[in-house]
């Protein structure tokens, strides 16, 4: 079956510690998306990346870093730097390079700092 | 990017035909509108999106007015599962980023 996964589902740190995020795609897809969402708002995003070996930033980056190695690979870090990590964090991937580049969107890994 | 304002909540009857409305007075002539829906805790699907043209798919319609400052997603007969966060968004084609707003909260009854 074609899509994203993300793993974990739930996550579990404590304050001050590093944590990746997975994110992977079999849809052959060029581009990839982070966002967070806190309770009861819209998506926001973190990081994007067109291409295989570059990412932009989004809109809250500080405090988190990305890597694209692969295509089929975009894992988010949440570093301590984070002022307030405890979230619900996606990830999307899309074709790229279209005009109706349609996004589509992994489960979803909630992480909770304690 | 353009801004959109949906209702807060909606109700619908189940089986019935549910419209969310959405403004988007301010959308430029290449923006899209795009609608997903997020049932809690999970990622955000995909459902329909147009520039100025009606569309329907498996899963809703969209209809665009013709100034393009606003438009409507209809589910034509409504289930119980298409309870959920319904977000409107517009966005400039080929840019990546999608910009979520608060949504409308659909609850179809039985």
New interface residues.
């Given amino acids: 079956d074609g899509g994203?996964t993300q793993s974990p589902k739930y996550l579990f740190r404590k304050e001050g510690q590093n944590v990746t995020l997975s994110c992977e795609q079999n849809l052959n897809h060029d581009?990839m998306?982070w966002?967070r969402q806190d309770p009861?708002?819209?998506?926001?995003?973190i990081y994007?990346s067109?291409i295989v070996n570059d990412f932009q930033k989004?809109?809250i980056a500080e405090g988190y870093s990305v890597s694209r190695e692969k295509k089929e690979s975009f894992p988010l870090t949440v570093t301590s730097a984070q002022k307030n990590p405890t979230a619900?964090y996606?990830c999307?991937s899309?074709s790229g390079?279209?005009?109706?580049?349609?996004?589509?969107?992994?489960?979803?890994t909630?992480l909770t700092v304690l | 990017d353009a801004k959109t304002t949906q209702p807060t909540s909606m109700d619908c009857a189940e089986g019935r035909a549910a419209n969310l409305p959405c403004n988007h007075s301010t959308i430029s002539g290449n923006e899209?509108v795009?609608w997903?829906r997020q049932i809690h805790?999970?990622?955000?699907?995909?459902i329909i999106?147009g520039l100025k043209n009606n569309e329907t798919n498996e899963m809703a319609s969209l209809i665009i007015t013709e100034d393009r400052k606003s438009s409507t997603l209809i589910l034509p007969h409504a289930t119980l599962r298409d309870t959920a966060v319904y977000?409107c968004i517009v966005r400039v084609?080929?840019e990546?980023?999608?910009?979520?707003?608060?949504?409308t909260t659909l609850q179809v009854k039985p």
């Fill in positions: 994203i581009a998306y966002y009861g708002q819209g998506l926001r995003l994007y067109q989004g809109d619900f996606l999307a899309s390079g279209s005009r109706t580049d349609t996004q589509y969107f992994g489960p979803g909630r | 899209y795009y997903y805790s999970q990622g955000p699907q995909y999106h977000y084609a080929v990546g980023k999608l910009i979520f707003g608060q949504g």
